[in-house]
């Protein structure tokens, strides 16, 4: 993936995430604040050098994910997660991709950086509408 600046969640997000932690045991999430664990668990992982393709190679919940992304306004990433869809049958290992699908999937991931520029302020709104 191409090199970018790592998301840094402003005070509010982090301390409302530290809440959702520390109550989970204690009951369930709406979805509003599952979609907002979601997400901030989700971004280190399409911050990272395997991006799209550490994405759907992990074992979490992709379309729950996706959706996550979608509630809160989120298309911008929505649209690469969807095109990136095909990593999901793709061997293990990035480096056995075909030329054409690693520019593929580079060109998809230039478009998830840009919608991960966004991605602070979306959530600092869908806070403000949905959770507070």
């Not at 090199?3 to 409302?16: C, F, K, R, S, Y």
């Not at 604040?33 to 550490?54: C, F, G, K, N």
Request: net charge negative.
């Amino acid at each position: 993936m191409l090199p970018q600046e790592t998301i840094e969640w402003p005070d509010p997000i982090e301390a409302l995430i530290d809440q959702f932690e520390n109550e989970s045991s204690e009951r369930d999430f709406t979805r509003e604040e599952r979609a907002l664990m979601d997400i901030y668990e989700t971004v280190p992982i399409l911050q990272s050098d395997d991006s799209l393709h550490e994405f759907w190679q992990s074992g979490i919940d992709q379309q729950r994910v996706i959706n996550s992304f979608e509630l809160i306004g989120a298309t911008s990433l929505v649209d690469p997660l969807n095109a990136s869809r095909w990593c999901e049958t793709r061997p293990e290992d990035r480096n056995d991709y075909s030329e054409t699908e690693a520019n593929h999937l580079a060109t998809i991931e230039e478009e998830l950086i840009d919608g991960l520029d966004e991605l602070i302020d979306l959530v600092l709104d869908f806070i403000e509408e949905e959770i507070k």
